[in-house]
């Protein structure tokens, strides 16, 4: 089904825009996390944004079957850029590299500035273009699509802002979440009230600036409920399973993720957590999402060639996949 | 030239065990940092081992010419397990997971093991076997022999042990300096000092329980000496050119890698300090060294092609590789 | 007033109990953290309690003439416990010196205890009596009762969980927040939406296992709207004026508290912010809250006497005590 | 014994200057943390200091009678100011406000500025006078002098420069360190080679800019030896006993500190950790000494009248003052 553009700006608090069935093939447009107000280089974002209209996410949408205390699976079967440019940013006192309302520090604000990067389906590349060099610098770079926020209402009854990532998933700004890629989430109230938005046409490691390559997406996507699984966001592609660390400092998101793969893993081959742990200390990946949002997010994961026996979680990671090829 | 294989436990306050020439194939055989008194799974390292006699360098090597002030490029041509076997381990209140000196608990320490890997230089591989798993667990890994510790003597008059990380290089446990890596070091003695150790056939990203899997290495390697490089660690492959970041939290670490790699890129590319702020920020990888010693590691990289014109570092990389080869 | 017992679990999301104005005497009866599920040593926090239901808090009370972007003051007239005991705890996998949830490592939980803390309120004192020492030991303690948390409905259209702290206040579990304490904190929406809990009949610097002398409390306060004072949580007594700082890692909540604190000595005193900042440099405290919570806190503040001139925020601490103190 | 003026930039690698008995006073005179190259507040630092020659300590003096593995107690029996002005500064990214090397950032440096605090010795009081506000401001501050640096040769062979606080003292920075403290140190070296330097005419708590008043002391003190004392720094007045953390992120620092004293006090009065951990929770005080070293640093501390029967230490701190006090 193609899903309504109706957009919000937290998770939870929020009715429905739609309900969806699980393992039908859901089309999203996503706005852009500057809500579409900035439409060139001059619309400096700290201009044209009214806070908290913020990085919307479109949805809610009920998922038909998905009770409270289950897990949902979101499977991106595409992830397409649905603008002719994408736009980033310096935002005043946000990003890693400078002070910011939780760094809390003397200086001003680091100059306000928005980069335009071209978009070439095609070609798949996004274009890197200066704006204060003298000599200039350009680069056409890969495309390499992903979604910043997906996530469901908050457990406890919280509404939590569209900004910010937590255990209801949020914006998690992984580039791990891109086309291919099953997300887990818990469900925390019936219906999970899944939504998703910030699409990035690139983004680095640790979202270094604050602001990826943002523009508005063509989603595709695919859920399936899951009973009996835990529900912490949680990743899986064909190739490799893991899960979200989500706190700050950063070594507590770097713990928690791989404390969760090593409990997984356990869990998985039915072996003892300090086989687990010494096994994922030699061969696991612990790839940093974002060192700027609320929480900072650490994936930690291993290729699933090390799980014994069964696909993890039932094989719905495949089976979703399935469905995206044959749609 | 073959070095002999004295082994200390810190980076300066020892005088050199030999001379090394820059472009001269240097052959070092390492301990591993058990200093050989784990031989088996019954040998607990916090019975067998002796403070401070943990994770022994060899070394130091005076480089000709080296003055303090310059950089020392130290390129990586060849790294071989010398053993059949490596061994990892759970060591008392060390490693992400558990309660350190550090990150202080009350938690009384987890079980002390010992894992052995079998090692096969023909297919590759280290054999992970699990030690308490009722119905068993093992897996053929791919070798990855790495250098967990690399450095100088400090700057400052100061004196380090082997153990720890720092300006001056030391204990950095990153997965990345592996053969085909050209590692950049301040030089702060005349001489440099120059000491290598805590070989690992394999490791994962971050030591997530403090111990990669320990062995000791027929190292080979080359050096230069640069002129007005700034000395601070630095990282250079074939494709790919970075900095370390070394703090404590994490995200200080993250933050280090990345401002020496935006204020390289400016500098390489001659382009205003927030332009490849912005650029940095969509195309680097910062990957997680160690979360685990004194100081945790990050290296933050992006790929060389966005360099304009001349190799970076005077092209020191391509020259010592072409030695390598050659050799 | 008295307000009625009503309580709740979140800032936000729920409907005011009452109506309060300006300079009015208010009386509220606050529960204690368990929710009075403990009720003696044997009732274990984790297997009475039974979240989301934890840390209530009474309220919301309505603020007439609370304006969005108004600050609210909140005078402690009077905290009396209103038990014959207090409870403490140590509750699994929550506290400074255990692995957390955010924390996370593979310890099992340390052992869940609970104490029971006799109130003698002539005396003015609280009795610790040990629960697993051979020899027993038992001290009476000065009586200092404090609220864990006040807080006010959050920005943004959130709602936050009782037991987290936040900009909007919350859980700041500071043991500063006492009879004879003003604490600002932001209105967000009209009538503020004050709640109150978690009284504690004693507490140490950090609240280090997490949990106070956990004790229904008799509240007395009286609140005053001011408009044109920043909204984050502030802090005033007859002799100091300062701010909060809510954030992880603690060093944040440091500067958080701090650069406030400088700022408003600068604009306070029409000075330098640079002045500000050695001069708070040499004459702050800093005091540390909580370590346990979602958010860390500290209290930066300096004395009152260094403010020249008129009252801060125009005198309207001194204008609350001296109701209360009428009342 | 009048101890000569000689000074040194590291805790370990020197000879030492002098030899003392334990019991017998000892007056040292210090220099400032400048070198005494700043005399006016034209004298920025950056420009008249010289790297590494940053924070001199005076010393190291020989302990006679004192072993590896003892513990040594310092009493400061006097600090004096021994100039008629102080100075503090903004020191180029140095800081708990501002970017830093460690907490790197894109922000240039805030403003070099000197301020000049004359001090009165009569009436106890240093005098703050603003540098750049239009309409001034100065205050009489109650001098209370401290010493910021006080260690050890440290452990492992290491050399560490005197700016640098760890395991063996050294720059730790706490305001706490002032007449009338016993500091305890391990001792990793015969003789243990103790030394002071930096001492504060004033300093808040955090040491927010990085610089207190910075003044040559005249110092008095007092040691003694004690066998069998586990050798961290630890803390004790007449009215108060503690044990400082250490540590990365500050968190670490505050959970370190309160291990310690945990199972200082569960050791003193032979009880369970668990009690300990109980009773500490509710009566700590854990106060910040500096945010802003390589290592950040608290204090936590409970009143001695908690500790059963004997004196903590065999009352080596009474009998150390009262040899101040006869002196």
Chains 1, 2, 3, 4 share one sequence.
């Not at 309504?4 to 859901?26: S, W």
């Not at 056409?140 to 569209?162: H, K, Q, W, Y």
């Amino acid at each position: 089904m193609d899903v309504p553009g109706n957009v919000g700006y937290t998770f939870g608090g929020r009715k429905p825009i739609a309900e969806i069935e699980p393992g039908e093939l859901v089309r999203i447009r996503t706005r852009d996390c500057f809500n579409s107000r900035v439409q060139s280089v001059d619309d400096l974002p700290s201009k044209v944004c009214r806070w908290p209209e913020l990085n919307p996410v479109t949805g809610p949408l009920y998922v038909r079957g998905a009770r409270a205390g289950d897990a949902l699976a979101v499977h991106l079967v595409d992830l397409t850029p649905a603008a002719e440019v994408g736009f980033s940013a310096t935002f005043p006192h946000f990003g890693a590299l400078t002070a910011t309302e939780a760094t809390a520090m003397l200086h001003p604000a680091l100059d306000e500035v928005v980069w335009e990067y071209p978009i070439d389906l095609e070609q798949r590349t996004v274009r890197f273009v200066s704006r204060r060099s003298e000599n200039g610098f350009a680069r056409d770079l890969e495309l390499a699509p992903m979604l910043g926020t997906i996530g469901v209402a908050p457990a406890g009854g919280e509404v939590r802002m569209s900004i910010v990532p937590g255990a209801h998933g949020g914006n998690l700004d992984s580039p791990l979440v891109c086309a291919g890629t099953t997300v887990y989430l818990p469900v925390n109230v019936d219906g999970a009230l899944l939504a998703v938005g910030d699409g990035h046409a690139l983004q680095g490691e640790g979202e270094l600036c604050g602001v990826g390559v943002e523009v508005p997406m063509d989603v595709t996507l695919v859920v399936e409920v899951l009973s009996g699984v835990a529900g912490w966001p949680r990743f899986e592609t064909d190739d490799r399973v893991g899960a979200f660390g989500i706190a700050r400092p950063l070594e507590d998101a770097y713990r928690g993720a791989n404390l969760r793969l090593v409990n997984d893993l356990a869990a998985f081959n039915g072996i003892d957590p300090l086989d687990a742990y010494q096994f994922v200390s030699q061969v696991n990946h612990a790839r940093i999402g974002n060192v700027v949002d609320a929480e900072y997010t650490i994936v930690a994961s291993i290729a699933k060639h090390h799980i014994i026996g069964a696909q993890p979680y039932y094989g719905v990671h495949r089976a979703l996949r399935e469905i995206g090829r044959a749609g």
